[in-house]
């Protein structure tokens, strides 16, 4: 089994990925709990507790939400 590598180890492009990774994790989520924090129990598909939950599962959860929590607004 090869070691593992430490952050010092890594090169600067992989070190500047995971960080790009991570604040895209991070603008989504935040965008999926704003989302749910400005809408009513009847604009979201399931409890807005496990959607909440959910967001916080890396790149799935607020991808999910977006893609299938949030309710069609008529007229939208």
């Known amino acids: 089994m090869a070691a593992r590598q430490q952050w010092k180890d890594l090169s600067r492009g992989r070190k500047r990925a995971i960080v790009v990774a991570g604040v895209l994790q991070l603008a989504l989520q935040l965008a999926a709990l704003r989302d749910l924090s400005g809408r009513t129990r009847q604009q979201v598909n399931g409890p807005k507790a496990a959607w ?24 939208r």
């Open 52 to 75: 909440v939950a959910a967001s916080f599962i890396n790149f799935a959860g607020p991808i999910a939400y977006f893609a299938k929590g949030r309710r069609k607004q008529p007229g």
